[in-house]
């Protein structure tokens, strides 16, 4: 290969490192390119793409960003760059391994952390991603809900505690006092009569009619002649 060609591919390789969620390591001896088509088209289900990676390269790809594989590069190595779930990743590699039984799981790097053979295995051992927030989800679920029935049951206990002392204190006496407040209203009648006392003072001039009346009367003037 082309000293350029090995420069790009090592830039490559180093940048999906870098990219990846998680790497794993596997040794393919003995697999066609048929069964390693089949074996990429499984991991692309948990979100991971399988390489065939030349180990020189490899090596020099990780040590450029920052990691320590020597120990893993051995033999024909595949390297399955994961995006997901590494725990998914490393089931479809451990049940593909039944198939091909030459397919092993060499290793792998995941969260800082260099892991063997036997890490590698364990983890796919383990319950995927999905599975674990599916039973998290489930025991938050079991929580809120005791809580919420220690709530309603404690506030029922609260309001039963709280009618029961209510029942033992004193009736509040009727308030008697309100009843005279209500006649204020009648003080005010002789203010609305006080018109009435006027009335005399307007039929003053009536009084006055009588003298003028003697001098107009007809039998007045009779008695003269």
Do not use: C, W
């Amino acid at each position: 290969m082309p000293r350029t060609e090995k420069l790009e591919r090592v830039a490559e390789l180093k940048r999906r490192i870098e990219g990846s969620a998680a790497l794993l390591l596997a040794e393919y001896r003995g697999l066609t390119v048929s069964d390693i088509t089949e074996l990429r088209r499984t991991l692309r289900e948990a979100d991971a793409s399988l390489t065939v990676v030349k180990n020189t390269l490899m090596q020099r790809a990780a040590a450029e960003a920052g990691l320590e594989l020597s120990e893993l590069l051995s033999g024909p190595s595949a390297v399955a760059f994961v995006d997901g779930d590494a725990v998914s990743a490393a089931k479809k590699i451990k049940a593909a391994s039944k198939q091909f039984p030459t397919l092993l799981l060499k290793g792998g790097y995941m969260e800082g952390q260099v892991l063997s053979a036997d890490d590698a295995n364990r983890l796919a051992d383990l319950e995927s991603r999905e599975v674990m927030l599916s039973k998290i989800a489930g025991l938050l679920k079991g929580e809120i809900a005791r809580a919420a029935a220690t709530l309603i049951s404690a506030q029922s206990r609260f309001l039963s505690l709280l009618e029961a002392h209510k029942a033992t204190l004193p009736a509040e006496p009727e308030p008697e006092a309100e009843v005279p407040e209500a006649e204020v209203p009648e003080a005010e009648a002789p203010e609305a009569e006080a018109p009435e006392a006027a009335a005399p003072e307007g039929e003053a001039p009536e009084a006055a009619a009588p003298e003028g009346e003697q001098d107009a009367d007809p039998t007045n003037d009779d008695r003269k002649e």
